[in-house]
DNA sequence: ATAAAACAGTACTGTTTAGTTTACTTTGGA
DNA sequence: TCCAAAGTAAACTAAACAGTACTGTTTTAT
């Protein structure tokens, strides 16, 4: 019999974040088929018996723990002070864009990030709903936060009339996802991000297209 | 003992031929570890013995399936006649890139392509090289041809003398790719590609950015 | 202190699957 | 026509792996 969240304990509640904590570590590095359960169990420092007295199966397991990774998503909620910025002139609005898209890469090419990108990609066709709920929490989220700033700054005229807040935050994102793609997913080794002097072409040509 | 490519005859290269025809199905649409023999042996109307005297493994077979789907691309190439065009005004450089536009998000978004995609990046993992060659026979060759139209558009004077060719194609090609990103991969049901007015959007957006 | 609960370690079970073997059938050229 | 190469079908082997059983130890609460 596996528990349910309610009727845990602290110490029952501090075992279950241990196993969820080196369970995401090994799936985020092997991917829901090549991560066993033996590496699981040894991963968090937890016997396997222990682990599936938490969890009824390693199905559960990696749902939990893409639930967490997706809902809880540290990274994108921080993105979501962008709703907060409102610039006044284009100077302004250039220096956000350029925090902003420095932040945005920052995250994007965390090893973490790629890896979660990696593995929810690769395990949409065993767990179905594992897509809609991570686009639905991360990039939609994003996307919708730059859509909002967009559509500020559009009401205090620094952004011009005809500019569609979704279409603006996917030119706004587009560039930058494609280093995320093809130089962080497709890279061997460790993410090359774009140097400052990329991004800041970008933010320049993009300032162009929405001023 | 596997046979080598050079000295099969015909009848032996259509067998290779036919059992590469039902791999390829099988592995795209399930990836590397989904994908058992029995199914590919079933799928290519081959027994079980005959793939195994054409290839020695499973691995060598995913990455003769792989390796053709990257470097004869037929979608990819399809873009590099993009290099050949060489607009004289902004109309006619409207023109071509809504052309290019509706073309780069129709490949991208071919439930083959995405299938290509998701696999590729799914088994990058057990698969170093895999990463290395996708990108440097589809992405990158796509990035290169679209910034080779970019620099032959600057020298006609259609396109900003600040513009640079790289920076240029990934503004162009990252909005796109975030409709086969979000709308492709994340979806759980067939691709739901972006509208005519969505794409005009872009491109419109995008025009005031590089001229 | 001590009983009860939680846990570690490890061996075991059943199942899946890559790859092989065997016995039989088809095909094509001299 | 005939025979050797090529192919089929199905059973089999070996290894990996999810999940369980068992034994002994540690932790917590009273």
Redesign the interface.
């Known amino acids: 019999m596996s528990l349910a969240s309610e009727e845990m304990g602290s110490r029952a509640l501090a075992k279950r974040e241990q196993i969820l904590d080196g369970a995401r570590r090994v799936f985020l590095r ?2 829901f ?2 991560a066993g359960t033996d590496a699981i169990a040894a991963e968090a420092k937890v016997s396997k018996r222990t682990l599936y007295v938490y969890y009824p199966s390693k199905e559960e397991l990696f749902a939990d723990v893409m639930r967490k990774l997706t809902i809880e998503n540290p990274q994108t909620r921080a993105l979501e002070s962008i709703e907060e910025m409102s610039p006044g002139d284009e100077w302004e609005l250039r220096r956000d864009l350029l925090e902003l898209a420095s932040k945005i890469v920052a995250t994007m090419m965390q090893p973490d990030y790629l890896a979660l990108l ?1 593995t ?7 767990f ?1 709903q594992l ?2 709920l ?2 639905a929490t991360v ?2 989220r994003a ?1 919708r936060s730059f859509a909002v700033f967009i559509e500020k700054s559009r009401e205090r005229g620094v952004v011009g009339r005809d ?2 807040g979704d ?2 935050a ?2 706004f ?7 995320a ?2 130089d962080g ?4 080794g460790p993410p090359r991000p774009p140097t400052r002097e ?1 991004i800041e ?2 933010v320049d ?2 300032m ?3 001023t």
């Open positions: 092997d991917g088929a090549g990696r929810t990609i690769a395990d949409i066709h065993r179905p897509g809609g991570f686009r990039p939609e996307l500019v569609d279409t603006a996917r030119m994102i587009g560039p930058l996802l494609t280093y793609v093809l997913l497709f890279a061997g990329k072409e970008i040509l993009y162009k297209s929405i």
